[in-house]
């Protein structure tokens, strides 16, 4: 049987500019992918049900047989697996006005259409509470909880490596995980307020003050004397230094100076150039208000911190300036002083005075030498989704 991770629709456009470039699947929040929690928890591989751009690079399902699809912005229990587990054919599983899972016959479902099907099929309750990504800030709003989760999950069973003695530990030791090949020398590791886990060949650099909950994702790292308040996520490859606050690299980005962030979600392959800030509270401490893709204009996010959100490829320059709820779209290019718009669309070049387009095949090198320095390339798949945001956010580009 099939096991498939659908977008939501409402949900897919509510999550833009991060989901220009990905299912909602394959947002990281804690230290895995919500991809990658279904899987470790079903033990087994997953499929994608979303916009067909995306398919090159997160294959859907082939064949008509049964299929089981599971709504992709949940982040799953072992509680709600089970209720899923027990769904007859042509049966649904709701919380809410929430469609969590369904399983389907031997029938062929696409994006267009799969939700109005499954409006047809017999719908289940789920009575228990659950946790699903409705916006772009709820990513670091939940990631202690998927912290946590998640470090329960994946140390299970498995002893950390030896913690050198150059450590100051604050709390429980046993809080702290370090997989193969993971280093911290000469750090302060505080775990009274949540875990703090490194994964292999992870690194936390002599002089660094850690609150948790922290994941530290495969071969990242903490530069020297960073400073980082919980909970936050570095995904795998990234790098930072500066202060840090509640904030989640997707993957492959770098904050590596200093410089404050907070409250914020940073997608893979970024760049912030040393002295990158960005505010996080407004100063009437008012509500921060975000733009949301799917009404086209700003709405209230009902919290008082949130920072910044980095779609993929996205680069800002030495001693950048982000304001309050800043959205930055994929492959934009920002410098110069004074705080950009709040809202810029993927593709753009500049900062406060002006912002022009960024020809596509100039941000495609640009992408392309990143890629390079951690030995990877882009792929004709990456090429054809970067090329179909570059024509969605035209008309984005124009209004500004």
Not at 110 to 121: G, P
Request: some cysteine; hydrophobic content about 40%; overall charge negative.
């Amino acid at each position: 049987m099939n096991i498939i991770l659908f977008d939501s629709h409402k949900t897919r456009e509510q999550l833009l500019p991060l989901t220009f470039t990905r299912p909602l699947a394959d947002i990281r929040v804690g230290i895995m992918t919500i991809r990658e929690k279904w899987e470790h928890l079903l033990a087994s591989s997953t499929f994608s049900l979303t916009e067909t751009y995306l398919l090159g690079k997160f294959p859907g399902a082939k064949g008509d047989e049964p299929s089981l699809y599971i709504n992709g912005a949940v982040l799953p229990t072992e509680d709600l697996v089970a209720a899923i587990r027990s769904l007859g054919a042509l049966q649904s599983l709701k919380s809410g006005d929430i469609l969590v899972a369904f399983k389907s016959e031997k029938q062929h479902l696409n994006y267009e259409n799969f939700e109005a099907i499954a409006k047809s099929f017999s719908a289940v309750n789920y009575d228990k509470d659950i946790v699903s990504i409705k916006h772009s800030w709820d990513i670091f709003k939940l990631n202690g909880y998927a912290i946590e989760q998640d470090f329960e999950w994946l140390t299970k069973g498995k002893t950390s490596e030896p913690l050198s003695a150059t450590n100051t530990i604050i709390g429980d030791p046993s809080r702290i995980f370090l997989s193969k090949g993971a280093k911290v020398e000469a750090a302060i590791l505080n775990t009274t307020a949540g875990p703090i886990y490194l994964g292999e060949d992870a690194e936390i650099m002599e002089g660094t003050t850690v609150r948790g909950p922290l994941a530290l994702c495969d071969h990242a790292a903490l530069k020297m004397s960073a400073k980082v308040y919980g909970p936050t996520t570095l995904g795998p490859h990234c790098k930072a230094g500066g202060e840090l606050n509640n904030v989640v690299f997707l993957g492959y980005s770098n904050k590596a100076h200093d410089g404050f962030l907070g409250n914020s979600v940073i997608g893979e392959w970024c760049n912030l150039g040393a002295d990158t800030n960005n505010s996080n509270l407004k100063n009437n401490y008012g509500f921060v208000d975000v733009y949301d893709y799917g009404q086209g204009k700003a709405v209230d996010t009902g919290l008082t911190f949130c920072g910044l959100i980095m779609a993929d490829h996205a680069k800002a320059g030495i001693n950048t300036m982000f304001n309050t709820g800043t959205v930055v779209g994929v492959s934009s290019n920002i410098f110069g002083g004074d705080f950009p718009p709040k809202f810029i669309p993927s593709f753009s070049w500049g900062g406060a005075q002006w912002l022009r387009t960024f020809t596509f095949d100039k941000s495609l090198e640009v992408a392309q030498k990143m890629m390079e320095r951690r030995g990877l390339s882009l792929t004709e798949a990456d090429i054809t989704i970067l090329k179909m945001v570059f024509d969605r956010e035209e008309k984005n580009r124009k209004s500004k």
